[in-house]
């Protein structure tokens, strides 16, 4: 029977409404499984630039940091598109302010929607891969140069970054299947070298048990198309995860079905669909909301340590699915309301 602080950033366009879904199957867990849940709404992204002129106000700034975990709708819109501030900011900064170095990314191809994959049932079916990208270091956050003719951009890492993500993506292969596939670049860049030296340390001192391989990330997109089956944990560096993570993410047949996790060193961490605020949809109901549904069950799991909830959620989501009440983008005609109300009814009724 715990009590939980709970951020909410709900955001811009369908993110209010998947967020929506996310608290009240919070609250329904609550009430079954006699937790408290304290609920704190906050500004972010494009929402908070016009409120504040801020896309990261400092109150939830504050409320973040103090939160045991933040669930997030999305950010971004085309209203904000030409703005100074942009809606993103928010994101990275929330990222940096919680320490958040690891990206968890779950695929996996459910048997009644294979045939939405754009890949061949025998290539795909079967396929649940865990990507855990790293977040913090790499091109993105390098120093960058400009002038007329030439730009830069700087590629660091360190030892201890590629450890520490590393560690994760070995602990969780220890829960899955065992396997690990590190992805990096060795043949041709050195911090994929470093990475790579680093993961082969690691692996050989605490994770032997585990079983590791080593991919190129050219050869990798190749494969997460021609044989997405055989990966359990896949781990990379910043801009490879974005990219193979978003490849990951169209094998399933909707990006309504995927969450994610952003994890620290601390144990709090930040839960968001992988959809951005699709403002084609926002305002009509029709968002599915199972993608973030996922992101609080891992929310359960790994900042609460409610594990017997966590699998409850996740349950009751696959029970939905299977029932065939589903939204529009996976050929349903359910709307995100009611497909929310449904997880909710499984959820009392499994327990
Ligand atoms: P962003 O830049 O924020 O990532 P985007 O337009 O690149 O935005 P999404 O917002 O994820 O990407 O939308 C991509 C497509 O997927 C859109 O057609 C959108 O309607 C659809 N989509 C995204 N999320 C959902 C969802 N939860 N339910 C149904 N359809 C969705
Ligand atoms: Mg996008």
Redesign the pocket.
């Known amino acids: 029977m715990g009590t939980f602080n709970i951020v909410v950033l709900p955001g811009d366009?369908?993110g209010p409404e998947?967020a929506a879904a996310g608290v009240s199957a919070l609250k329904v867990i609550g009430e079954v499984y006699g937790h408290t849940f304290n609920f704190d709404e906050k500004r972010i992204g494009g929402i908070a630039i016009d409120t504040d002129n801020n896309p990261y106000p400092e109150d939830t700034d504050k409320a973040c940091r103090a939160a045991d975990a933040v669930i997030l709708g999305?950010?971004?819109g085309p209203k904000w598109d030409l703005g100074k501030q942009r809606p993103e900011q928010g994101l990275l900064a929330v990222r940096k302010a919680m320490g958040l170095f690891a990206n968890l990314r779950p695929m996996d191809v459910k048997a009644s929607q294979v045939h939405r994959s754009p890949l061949k049932r025998e290539v795909v079916e079967g396929a649940d891969m865990l990507i855990v990208r790293e977040l913090t270091g790499g091109l993105y956050f390098g120093k960058q140069t400009r002038t007329e003719t030439t730009a830069t951009d700087e590629c660091v890492y360190t030892v201890a970054e590629v450890e520490r993500v590393a560690r994760v993506a070995f602990e969780a292969a220890r829960k899955r299947r065992n396997k690990v596939t590190s992805v990096d670049k060795a043949n041709v860049i050195e911090t994929s070298r470093l990475w790579r030296e680093t993961v082969i340390r690691l692996h050989k001192e605490e994770y032997s048990d585990v079983e590791l391989e080593h991919a190129l990330v050219d050869s990798m997109a190749m494969h997460l198309v021609t044989r997405p089956t055989s990966f359990d944990v896949v781990v990379t560096e910043n801009m490879f995860g974005d990219i193979l993570s978003d490849l990951a993410s169209v094998l399933p047949g909707?990006?309504?079905l995927l969450g994610s996790a952003s994890l620290g060193a601390t144990g709090q961490g930040l839960y968001e669909?992988i959809?951005?605020?699709?403002?084609?949809?926002a305002g009509k109901d029709?968002?599915?909301?199972i993608?973030t549904l996922k992101s609080v069950a891992m929310l359960l799991r790994f900042s609460l340590n409610l594990l017997t909830e966590a699998d409850a959620l996740d349950a009751a989501i696959d029970a939905v699915v299977e029932k065939g009440v589903l939204?529009?983008?996976l050929g349903g005609t359910a709307s995100?309301s009611q497909v929310s109300a449904a997880i909710n009814a499984q959820i009392r009724e499994s327990a």
């Not at 959809?275 to 949809?281: E, K, M, R, T, V």
């Not at 029709?286 to 909301?289: F, S, V």
């Open positions: 366009g369908i998947v999305a950010v971004g909707s990006i309504g669909p959809h951005g605020s699709a403002p084609d949809i029709l968002a599915n909301p993608g939204t529009r983008d995100g």
